[in-house]
């Protein structure tokens, strides 16, 4: 696969503002809104298409040697996609080094789990794009946001940022909006079934964050696509099931502004449901699989239409490609077989 071509960051809100604001400046004030600009994809493709992976819940494990086999697998067919299928960058959804994030941005973490993992020649030069979830929280996420300072591919330029993604050869445009769900919702410890977040650390904080995400859909009206995306999942049928607050904050956002799809991990496995005309996009089985559906019930009647959480399954990923005529979600398990495909048509058709 040819290297990605060079994506421009943009920051109209407030162009002269840092990476990381300085102390006395609020991060929420910093880095409000970015623009991803892409014109071709990383492959060439004539047929004018936007790729990317999305991986949620990869972050390896806190002991030697820092990684589980299925975070190594599914890290080498996440390259061998992205050169047959595409991928212009990877959608990083949280859960990014279990089990309590990392201490400072010099943690070995981010080599052991990250960049000594995802090596294949098809992700060479691809950036992601990451998000923090729970686990992260539970450690420093400022560090992971300084580490985009050290590292030419991670890219995590505030707890909460949108990009901007223009189709190749149209004048279509997409937009994805890079949610804190933790931020928006409260911390969750992971261990209990169904655990809910347990409410906003900072609600001025929070109000903030759900005052950005009104005004962003609000902007996106003229976009072909919008994808919204974020740790915590909107309705899931496994362990965590769906999430009150996202059901009270978020859903009837998304429905309102007629969103193309929510995508998120916490989750570990595969899924994808659809109400209300959105679409729900779990991928959470980036490290860990579980099978069990204990809220099965919990979700609209129907909505379910693809669950996948084999745990003899070497882990799997979602591959999104945008074009203009439709978005094409395809869930592949890392031994490279296709799952689920589904199509999504565009908001203004």
Same mark, same amino acid.
């Given at each position: 696969m040819s290297p990605p071509c060079p994506l421009s960051l943009l920051s109209p809100a407030v162009p002269s503002c840092p990476l990381l604001s300085p102390?006395?400046?609020?991060?929420?004030?910093?880095?409000?809104?970015?623009a991803l600009v892409t014109s071709v994809t990383s492959g060439g493709d004539p047929g004018g298409a936007l790729t990317f992976l999305a991986l949620g819940d990869w972050g390896g494990v806190p002991d030697p040697p820092f990684v589980t086999?299925?975070?190594?697998?599914? *890290?080498?067919?996440? +390259?061998?996609?992205?050169s047959?299928?595409?991928?212009?960058?990877?959608? #990083?959804? &949280? !859960?990014? $080094?279990?089990?309590?994030?990392?201490?400072?941005?010099?943690?070995?973490?981010?080599?052991?789990?990250?960049?000594?993992?995802?090596?294949?020649?098809?992700?060479?030069?691809?950036?992601?794009?990451?998000?923090?979830g729970n686990h992260d929280h539970a450690g420093n996420v400022t560090a992971q946001l300084r580490y985009s300072r050290h590292s030419p591919r991670w890219h995590f330029p505030h707890p909460y940022y949108t990009l901007r993604l223009h189709i190749p050869g149209s004048n279509s445009s997409a937009r994805l909006l890079v949610l804190?769900?933790?931020?928006?919702?409260?911390?969750?410890?992971?261990?209990?079934?169904?655990?809910?977040?347990?409410?906003?650390?900072? *609600?001025?904080?929070? +109000?903030?964050?759900?005052?950005?995400?009104?005004?962003?859909?609000?902007? #996106?009206? &003229? !976009?072909? $696509?919008?994808?919204?995306?974020?740790?915590?999942?909107?309705?899931?049928?496994?362990?965590?099931?769906?999430?009150?607050?996202?059901?009270?904050?978020?859903?009837?956002?998304?429905?309102?502004?007629?969103?193309?799809?929510?995508?998120?991990g916490h989750d570990h496995n595969l899924q994808y449901l659809e109400e209300g005309g959105v679409g729900y996009i779990l991928s959470g089985a980036g490290n860990f699989m579980e099978d069990s559906r204990p809220h099965?019930?919990?979700?609209?009647?129907?909505?379910?239409?693809?669950?996948?959480?084999?745990?003899?399954?070497?882990?799997?990923?979602?591959?999104?490609?945008?074009?203009?005529?439709?978005?094409?979600?395809?869930?592949?398990?890392?031994?490279?077989?296709?799952l689920h495909r589904v199509t999504l048509p565009p908001r203004h058709p």
């Open positions: 102390p006395q400046m609020p991060a929420l004030l910093c880095l409000t809104a970015l086999p299925r975070q190594v697998a599914t *890290a080498a067919t996440m +390259g061998q996609v992205a047959e299928r595409g991928g212009d960058f990877v959608l #990083a959804l &949280g !859960d990014n $080094f279990y089990y309590e994030g990392v201490r400072d941005e010099w943690d070995p973490r981010f080599q052991d789990t990250f960049e000594r993992v995802f090596v294949s020649p098809g992700l060479r030069g691809v950036p992601w794009y990451v998000m923090a804190d769900t933790v931020l928006l919702c409260g911390h969750s410890d992971d261990f209990g079934l169904g655990d809910i977040p347990e409410g906003p650390r900072d *609600a001025v904080a929070a +109000g903030a964050h759900l005052a950005w995400l009104r005004a962003q859909l609000e902007a #996106a009206a &003229g !976009d072909s $696509f919008v994808l919204v995306a974020g740790h915590y999942p909107v309705w899931s049928v496994a362990k965590h099931g769906p999430t009150p607050c996202l059901l009270r904050l978020l859903r009837p956002l998304l429905r309102r502004h007629r969103v193309t799809a929510y995508l998120c099965e019930r919990s979700v609209p009647p129907g909505s379910l239409r693809f669950f996948f959480g084999s745990p003899a399954s070497p882990g799997g990923f979602a591959h999104l490609r945008l074009e203009p005529g439709a978005v094409t979600v395809t869930f592949l398990e890392a031994t490279g077989r296709v």
